[in-house]
């Protein structure tokens, strides 16, 4: 069985603009295999076809790709889930491209930075450990398992019109996974940094970031309760 | 923390809250005129005079021509800022948004104050 391919291909030190590449790729009649597998496949074919991974298995979030349109990790989607006769695959829709389907992470990193992604507690630690009862640690489930591969804040439309305002989804994720941590104190601090027109506000509620998630976590759905947050906080 | 100059709001919070309000104000405005168009049944000019004669709906109708305008504002101001990316370009359209949306108020106010 042949599969067909269509890869986004762009090397600025050579080429003027991107192209898109076709590629065939011989699999076996009733067998399956994930697309990034594929990929290193293609890429024995082509050498100079660029492109991230490591972990091979939806744990380090380095091979998020747009695969038919939909972001997700290639390691984790078997080439039988990507629907159509071809496959398309390109980089992250949004952020530079660096090569081929490698792009340029700072503008995400950079929203994550700016929520303070860290514990921050101004008492005075005790002997030997912060504790936490089962009830406040459970809280921080569906946030925790984040693993920051961008395909949900490279799928929203907020993102794309203001990266360097907007938090974005995978952002706002963890600003609230340690707004509602019971052992966190800047709550009030980290509430403010968020309260202008775009950092939370400009999520509009389109809910990509939870349709396209590889781990299933619900952006969407921490946004709405930063906001409640903020509005307890503000009347 | 981004500031906003040409927003209506101090805050993201502040456009939100306000956002919701005039909409609940422009679907109860809606919702009523609907209501009483079709309980009217034939709708003659004196029917229509005495319905904005009355003052709490005059107010009615300016706190809804308000709504609009505030509900405009926000909304068309994050339009701009999605949308349009030379500043001054930006700048001017949004100026030019919230000078007709105050135009349109006090226009109104006139009409309804004329009745
Ligand atoms: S719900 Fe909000 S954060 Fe998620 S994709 Fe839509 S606008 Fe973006
Ligand atoms: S929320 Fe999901 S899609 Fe977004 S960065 Fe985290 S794991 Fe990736
Ligand atoms: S290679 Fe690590 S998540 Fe896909």
Redesign the interface.
Request: net charge positive; charged share 20%; hydrophobic share 45%.
């Given at each position: 069985m042949k599969i067909k391919f269509s890869i986004y291909r762009y090397n600025p030190e050579t080429d003027k603009k991107p192209r898109m590449q076709d590629y065939d790729l011989e699999v076996e009649e009733g067998s399956d295999m994930m697309v990034l597998e594929a990929l290193i496949k293609l890429k024995e074919q082509d050498p100079t076809l660029t492109f991230r991974r490591s972990c091979r298995e939806g744990v380090c979030g380095s091979d998020g790709v747009n695969m038919n349109g939909k972001n997700g990790l290639a390691c984790i989607t078997p080439l039988s889930a990507v629907k159509g006769s071809k496959i398309t695959i390109r980089p992250l829709p949004g952020l530079p491209v660096i090569r081929d389907l490698v792009v340029d992470m700072a503008q995400f990193y950079r929203q994550y930075e700016k929520v303070r992604p860290y514990l921050i507690n101004n008492e005075e630690p005790p002997a030997r450990e912060r504790l936490q009862s089962p009830e406040d640690r459970a809280k921080l489930d569906g946030l925790y398992e984040c693993i920051l591969c961008a395909c949900c804040s490279t799928a929203c439309p907020?993102f794309w019109?203001?990266p360097d305002?907007f938090v974005g989804p995978s952002g706002l994720l963890q600003a609230y996974r340690f707004l509602i941590d019971s052992r966190d104190t800047e709550t009030d601090s980290r509430l403010?940094?968020?309260?202008?027109?775009?950092?939370?506000?400009?999520c509009r509620g389109i809910m990509n970031c939870v349709s396209v998630c590889p781990k299933g976590l619900n952006p969407t759905q921490a946004i709405g309760h930063i906001?409640s947050m903020?509005?307890q906080k503000?009347? | 923390m981004v500031a906003s100059a040409t927003s209506l709001g101090r805050s993201g919070l502040h456009d939100w809250i306000i956002q919701r309000v005039t909409a609940v104000v422009l679907a109860g405005y809606v919702i009523y005129l609907t209501a009483f168009i079709v309980s009217a049944g034939g709708l003659t000019f004196a029917v229509w005079q005495t319905l904005f004669a009355q003052l709490w709906f005059k107010i009615f109708s300016l706190l809804a021509v308000a709504s609009l305008c505030f509900h405009a504002w926000i909304g068309m101001w994050i339009v701009t800022t999605d949308y349009i990316k030379p500043t001054g370009m930006r700048m001017i359209v949004q100026v030019l948004i919230i000078l007709a949306c105050f135009a349109f108020l006090i226009w109104g106010a006139q009409i309804l104050w004329s009745v």
């Amino acid at each position: 069985m042949k599969i067909k391919f269509s890869i986004y291909r762009y090397n600025p030190e050579t080429d003027k603009k991107p192209r898109m590449q076709d590629y065939d790729l011989e699999v076996e009649e009733g067998s399956d295999m994930m697309v990034l597998e594929a990929l290193i496949k293609l890429k024995e074919q082509d050498p100079t076809l660029t492109f991230r991974r490591s972990c091979r298995e939806g744990v380090c979030g380095s091979d998020g790709v747009n695969m038919n349109g939909k972001n997700g990790l290639a390691c984790i989607t078997p080439l039988s889930a990507v629907k159509g006769s071809k496959i398309t695959i390109r980089p992250l829709p949004g952020l530079p491209v660096i090569r081929d389907l490698v792009v340029d992470m700072a503008q995400f990193y950079r929203q994550y930075e700016k929520v303070r992604p860290y514990l921050i507690n101004n008492e005075e630690p005790p002997a030997r450990e912060r504790l936490q009862s089962p009830e406040d640690r459970a809280k921080l489930d569906g946030l925790y398992e984040c693993i920051l591969c961008a395909c949900c804040s490279t799928a929203c439309p907020s993102f794309w019109w203001n990266p360097d305002k907007f938090v974005g989804p995978s952002g706002l994720l963890q600003a609230y996974r340690f707004l509602i941590d019971s052992r966190d104190t800047e709550t009030d601090s980290r509430l403010s940094d968020l309260d202008d027109a775009y950092s939370v506000f400009r999520c509009r509620g389109i809910m990509n970031c939870v349709s396209v998630c590889p781990k299933g976590l619900n952006p969407t759905q921490a946004i709405g309760h930063i906001r409640s947050m903020l509005l307890q906080k503000g009347v | 923390m981004v500031a906003s100059a040409t927003s209506l709001g101090r805050s993201g919070l502040h456009d939100w809250i306000i956002q919701r309000v005039t909409a609940v104000v422009l679907a109860g405005y809606v919702i009523y005129l609907t209501a009483f168009i079709v309980s009217a049944g034939g709708l003659t000019f004196a029917v229509w005079q005495t319905l904005f004669a009355q003052l709490w709906f005059k107010i009615f109708s300016l706190l809804a021509v308000a709504s609009l305008c505030f509900h405009a504002w926000i909304g068309m101001w994050i339009v701009t800022t999605d949308y349009i990316k030379p500043t001054g370009m930006r700048m001017i359209v949004q100026v030019l948004i919230i000078l007709a949306c105050f135009a349109f108020l006090i226009w109104g106010a006139q009409i309804l104050w004329s009745v």
